[in-house]
C-alpha cells in the first residue's frame, strides 16, 4: 500500500532528536560506502526552478527521489517519493517543505556533535528565516546551549525571530548588535542566509570555534571569506561531489590553491571513523552543508514508520508488488 503524508503528518511524526539521529545514519552508510547519493540537478526556467535529488539506502530498503520547484512568490511544491528497493513499488509519498527543513538543521547537528567542543554554549547565528529555526533548534539539541546571539539585516524580524525561539529552546535567545559581536565569544558560529557575499571576517575567528555554513547552495553564493578558510583546521563538507557542483563558499579558496576537492573530509568519513573530525579543542572546525538526498530518504523512512504503527496517512490507489 502507497501512504500520503502531508505536511501536517510530518510535523507530528519526525521530532528534532529523530531528525539528527537518522540524518547520522544517512551519513554512516554514506561513509561506509553502503549508500548512493545523486547530487541536485535544476531545471532552470524563466520565473522558477525546477530541482531533483537522488538517493538509494540498500540498508532500509529504500531507493528515491526529492523534486521541488521553486517560484517566487508562491508556496513551495516538494514531493519525496520513497520506493521500496527490491520490488520497485512507491512506499509513500510525502510533501516535504518541513521535513527538508529539519533534516538541513539536522546535519548541522551532526556536525556539531562530531566537529565543535564539548563545552560549547554560545551560538551566533546569522539569518532568521524558516531554515534559521531548525538550525538553532538542532545545535540546541546536541549541545547545552546557553546564549544565542542572531544577526540579520531586519532587526524587526530578528527581534521577532528571537522572542519566537525564546520559546522553543533552553537557552537566551537576543538579538546580536554587529556582526562581529555574533563571531567573537561565540563556540558555534552558524550562517543560514541568501548572501552572496561573506556575513563576517574571517580575522574575527577565535580558537576553538566551529563554523556551519550552510546557506550557500550554489556556486554564486557566498558566506564565509577566504581567510575564514584559510584559518581552518579542519574543513568538511557533506558531500564532496555536491560541494564541487554548489559550494560557492570554498570555490575561490580552491581557485587560489588553498583547498583540493579530492582531500576535503566529507561528514559521513567523519562519522564513520574514516576521518578524524575534530582532534584538539584549539582547532577552527568548518563544516559546508548543501543537502543530499540521502538525508531525505532516512528522514522520510522514519516518518513512513512512525506513520504505519499511529495508522496516519492517506492510502492511495497504486498497484503494490503483489498486485503486479
Not at 220 to 242: G, N, Q, Y
Amino acid at each position: 500500500m502507497t501512504l500520503y503524508l502531508n505536511e501536517s503528518d510530518v510535523r507530528q511524526l519526525l521530532d528534532m532528536s529523530r531528525a539528527v539521529e537518522e540524518v547520522e545514519r544517512a551519513f554512516s552508510a554514506h561513509g561506509r560506502g553502503q549508500a548512493v547519493d545523486i547530487p541536485r540537478r535544476r531545471t532552470r526556467q524563466p520565473g522558477g526552478h525546477l530541482h531533483i535529488l537522488q538517493a538509494a539506502a540498500p540498508e532500509i530498503g529504500i531507493i528515491g527521489y526529492k523534486a521541488y520547484y521553486n517560484k517566487p512568490g508562491k508556496p513551495l511544491n516538494t514531493l519525496l517519493h520513497l520506493l521500496n528497493h527490491a520490488q520497485g513499488h512507491t512506499e509513500a509519498i510525502i510533501e516535504s517543505d518541513w521535513l527538508g527543513r529539519i533534516r538541513t538543521g539536522a546535519a548541522t547537528g551532526v556536525a556539531a556533535r562530531y566537529l565543535a567542543r564539548e563545552d560549547a554554549r554560545v551560538l551566533g547565528l546569522f539569518g532568521y528565516g524558516r531554515h534559521a529555526r531548525t538550525q538553532l533548534q538542532a545545535v540546541c539539541t546536541v549541545r547545552d546551549i546557553d546564549e544565542v546571539k542572531v544577526f540579520g539585516r531586519n532587526q524587526d524580524a530578528v527581534r521577532a525571530f528571537c522572542d519566537e525561539m525564546s520559546q522553543q529552546v533552553p537557552a537566551r535567545v537576543r538579538p546580536a548588535q554587529s556582526r562581529e559581536e555574533t563571531v567573537r565569544g561565540s563556540d558555534i558560529i552558524v550562517t543560514m542566509t541568501r548572501a552572496f557575499e561573506p556575513l563576517f571576517d574571517g580575522h574575527w575567528l577565535e580558537p576553538g570555534q566551529f563554523i556551519a555554513a550552510t546557506g550557500s547552495n550554489a556556486l554564486d553564493r557566498r558566506e564565509i571569506d577566504t581567510e575564514t578558510v584559510r584559518r581552518a583546521d579542519v574543513i568538511v563538507v557533506d558531500s564532496r561531489e555536491v560541494a564541487q557542483g554548489e559550494c560557492g563558499d570554498l570555490l575561490p579558496a580552491y581557485e587560489n590553491g588553498l583547498i583540493y576537492w579530492e582531500h576535503l573530509a566529507d561528514m559521513g568519513g567523519v562519522v564513520a571513523g574514516r576521518w578524524p573530525g575534530r582532534t584538539s579543542d584549539a582547532q577552527i572546525t568548518l563544516f559546508e552543508s548543501h543537502g543530499m538526498a540521502l538525508q531525505d530518504l532516512y528522514a522520510g523512512a522514519a516518518v513512513l514508520a512512525a506513520a504505519r504503527e499511529r495508522g496516519m496517512g492517506v492510502p492511495l490507489p497504486m498497484m503494490g508488488p503483489e498486485e503486479k
